[in-house]
């Protein structure tokens, strides 16, 4: 099992800085459910660590080990959020698999590990021949897991894996995922913006926003006693069938200030949510605290290191 560590990552994009110093462990052989919504850098910090995107500042840290210097097939795997585009429409789902194997084994070998792996996200090896086209939308979220296990990972990231799928087919893909991380001991980075996804997957939950983590801590504490508003919020949100998020809280966050979020290009001092905040400046006017000071600053000595000089 590896730990995989982001320590004070940044990546700018020009005048856009997309993630903004980002510190967040990925325990050995846990799940870390990472959400917020569009925009929030999500995404960009996942393709960080895979070298998709550029790390302006800061480390992303593969057991210690800068993974900027690993070899290029690194023990470090993403699944893409679109099913569609993730795989080559031209390329038999089997050949997708073994392109992503690591060199050297016989073609024989390489056969029965694809079937393998098609038997381990429930497929039929038999479909090895079948062209993506010919597939559903879970069908091919199954291959693309089974294409990054087959370069045996020690770390494996999914970008909002079920978000395209049908809802009638999210609840299996998710029991398949969990299954395999846990089958494999896996340490896993999984994104989502469903809160109610990320509680059935995740050992531990971070919250960005803007480009920042404002709050993270286990699972169960971060969904039942969220000290941050902004978490609060998205809880809040969630549709009344996953109202039970917020079952151990008594009162429900206020409507936002203002519903719009702010400029990735130009954020706003202090704290970065305080223009849409139920409990700051706009509403406390005497607060004038979260205006002129990063909270973010002493985070780690708060609950849940969350970013909010008036934390619950």
Same mark, same amino acid.
């Given at each position: 099992m590896s730990?995989?560590e982001?320590d004070?990552v !940044?990546? &700018?994009?020009?005048?856009?800085?997309?993630?903004?110093?980002?510190?967040?462990?990925?325990?050995?052989?846990?799940?870390?459910?990472? =959400?917020?919504e569009?925009g929030?850098?999500?995404?960009?910090?996942?393709?960080a660590a895979?070298?998709?995107?550029?790390? !302006?500042?800061?480390q992303? &840290?593969?057991?210690?080990?800068?993974?900027?210097?690993?070899p290029r097939?690194?023990?470090?795997?993403?699944?893409?959020q679109?099913?569609?585009? !993730?795989?080559?429409?031209?390329?038999?789902?089997?050949?997708?698999?073994t392109?992503?194997?690591?060199p050297?084994?016989?073609r024989?070998a390489?056969?029965?590990?694809?079937a393998r792996?098609?038997?381990?996200?429930?497929?039929?090896?038999? &479909?090895?021949?079948?062209?993506?086209?010919?597939l559903?939308?879970?069908?091919?979220?199954?291959?693309?897991?089974?294409?990054?296990?087959?370069g045996?990972?020690k770390?494996?990231?999914?970008?909002?894996?079920t978000?395209?799928?049908?809802?009638?087919?999210?609840?299996?893909?998710?029991?398949?995922?969990?299954?395999?991380?846990?089958?494999?001991?896996?340490?896993?980075?999984? /994104?989502?913006?469903?809160?109610?996804?990320?509680?059935?997957?995740?050992?531990?939950?971070?919250v960005m926003?803007?480009?920042?983590?404002?709050?993270?801590?286990?699972?169960?504490?971060v969904?039942?006693?969220p000290?941050? @508003?902004?978490?609060?919020?998205?809880?809040?949100?969630? @549709?009344?069938?996953?109202?039970?998020?917020?079952?151990?809280t008594?009162? =429900?966050?206020?409507p936002?200030a203002?519903?719009?979020?702010?400029?990735?290009?130009?954020?706003? @001092?202090g704290?970065?949510?305080?223009? &849409?905040?139920? /409990?700051?400046?706009?509403?406390?006017?005497?607060?004038?605290l979260c205006?002129?000071?990063?909270?973010?600053?002493?985070?780690?000595?708060?609950?849940?290191?969350?970013?909010?000089?008036f934390?619950a």
């Open positions: 730990a995989l982001f004070g !940044s990546v &700018r994009y020009g005048k856009l800085t997309a993630v903004d110093g980002v510190s967040l462990t990925v325990p050995p052989g846990q799940v870390v459910g990472l =959400v917020g569009s929030s850098g999500k995404s960009t910090l996942a393709r895979v070298g998709l995107a550029p790390v !302006s500042a800061g992303v &840290r593969l057991d210690g080990v800068d993974v900027r210097r690993l097939r690194r023990p470090l795997q993403m699944v893409f679109d099913p569609y585009s !993730s795989l080559d429409p031209r390329m038999a789902i089997g050949e997708s698999i392109e992503a194997m690591p050297g084994t016989s024989g390489r056969r029965a590990e694809v792996l098609l038997e381990l996200v429930h497929l039929d090896p038999e &479909r090895a021949a079948t062209l993506p086209g010919q559903s939308g879970g069908q091919r979220q199954r291959v693309a897991l089974a294409r990054a296990l087959a045996q990972p770390v494996l990231i999914a970008d909002e894996i978000s395209a799928l049908d809802v009638s087919v999210q609840g299996a893909v998710l029991n398949l995922v969990r299954d395999v991380q846990r089958r494999l001991a896996l340490s896993m980075l999984f /994104i989502s913006h469903n809160l109610a996804v990320v509680r059935y997957v995740s050992d531990v939950v971070a926003y803007l480009g920042r983590i404002v709050e993270a801590g286990p699972a169960e504490q969904l039942t006693d000290q941050h @508003p902004y978490t609060r919020d998205l809880l809040s949100a969630a @549709p009344s069938a996953h109202r039970n998020l917020l079952a151990d008594d009162d =429900v966050a206020a936002l203002d519903t719009e979020p702010a400029d990735p290009h130009h954020p706003p @001092p704290c970065r949510y305080h223009p &849409r905040c139920p /409990i700051g400046p706009l509403v406390h006017t005497d607060r004038t205006v002129s000071a990063d909270p973010a600053e002493d985070a780690a000595h708060r609950p849940h290191r969350a970013a909010c000089h934390a």
